[in-house]
């Protein structure tokens, strides 16, 4: 790696655990402008049921790749990885660190890392769907282990849908879908900090999220982006809280079981984001109900600052 310019910052974890803040922070201090990783966050009015940070609260830090998509738009991480890395060349371009925040793993990494992101095909993708539905899970993880057996041992033999998109990719590529693999390994110095909380205490915070969600007027959010197209929008119409404000408004949930439905989703997908970052050993993980997270922080941010101004 060699450095192109001020030291990339990034602040990953579970939801729920803190990152915008400690992120805004991070730039306040260091000189730095935030780049958001959350796939929801891309979308422009899926304000409350995705913890955006107001305007007002940014702390007249500049943000980036927030409201970049409409709720009818599929979101893509091939060109949300060719945006963020424009994001953060001209960031650093201006002298500043950009400080990438999200937790979104598929999304962070194609920001940071040597990552090649493999074509896709709708038509091949609805076949394999098909196919999938009709022959089950453990036949198509059969036919990936015959044709890339490596990565078969890469992947749960019950994820579906990560089977289906390797062999989406062996079909259109004619290459195993495991030479497209990403490994660890960042384009240019960066530090990425890591909130976690015990699972207890995650699981509480999630739950009161969800409470201030539908108090805040997620499903008036919801009504609106219905105006806007939000149901013909499937990535956006299936996010968290979402699709259950959704299904509230159309009478097949009460208001109390939306939200036990979405706080139940939201610890699974806590439980899948932990399961994500917590084999990347280049993360520097921080407590988050530490009262003293944020100078912690600031400390390893101005250490690597300093490294990187010496080695760069």
């Known amino acids: 790696m060699t450095s192109v310019g001020p030291l990339v910052l990034a602040v990953v974890g579970a939801t729920a655990t803190g990152k915008s803040d400690l992120a805004l922070d991070l730039a306040e201090t260091v000189g730095g402008e935030v780049v958001n990783a959350d796939a929801s966050q891309l979308y422009a009015g899926m304000d409350i049921g995705t913890a955006k940070v107001p305007l007002s609260q940014r702390r007249g830090i500049p943000h980036h790749q927030l409201d970049v998509l409409e709720v009818t738009e599929e979101a893509s991480v091939a060109a949300y990885q060719a945006a963020a890395r424009e994001d953060i060349a001209a960031v650093q ?24 992101i493999p074509p896709t095909e709708p038509a091949v993708r609805s076949r394999l769907e098909a196919e999938g539905r009709a022959a089950g899970a453990p036949a198509m993880y059969a036919r990936l282990l015959e044709v890339d057996p490596v990565a078969a041992q890469a992947i749960q033999p019950n994820n579906l849908r990560r089977v289906i998109r390797a062999l989406e990719v062996v079909e259109l590529t004619g290459r195993p879908f495991s030479a497209t693999m990403p490994v660890r390994d960042h384009l240019q110095p960066t530090l990425m900090l890591g909130l976690r909380l015990p699972r207890e205490v995650l699981d509480e915070r999630i739950t009161v999220r969800v409470e201030r969600m539908w108090a805040d007027g997620l499903v008036d959010e919801v009504r609106e982006l219905e105006r806007r197209g939000l149901r013909r929008g499937r990535t956006a119409s299936r996010a968290l809280g979402y699709a259950q404000a959704l299904a509230q408004l159309d009478g097949h949930l009460t208001g109390a079981e939306a939200m036990e439905q979405t706080t139940t989703a939201t610890r ?33 941010v101005r250490t690597a600052v300093g490294d990187n101004g010496r080695h760069g």
Do not use: N, T
């Not at 371009?93 to 090649?116: C, N, Q």
């Open 93 to 116: 371009a201006r002298g500043a660190h950009p400080v990438l925040v999200g937790g979104s793993g598929l999304y962070v990494r194609a920001a940071l890392d040597h990552l090649e």
């Open 268 to 300: 699974r997908y806590a439980r899948r984001q932990e399961s994500w970052f917590g084999p990347d050993r280049r993360i520097h993980w921080l407590d988050a109900a530490d009262p003293d997270v944020r100078e912690r922080g600031l400390a390893l």
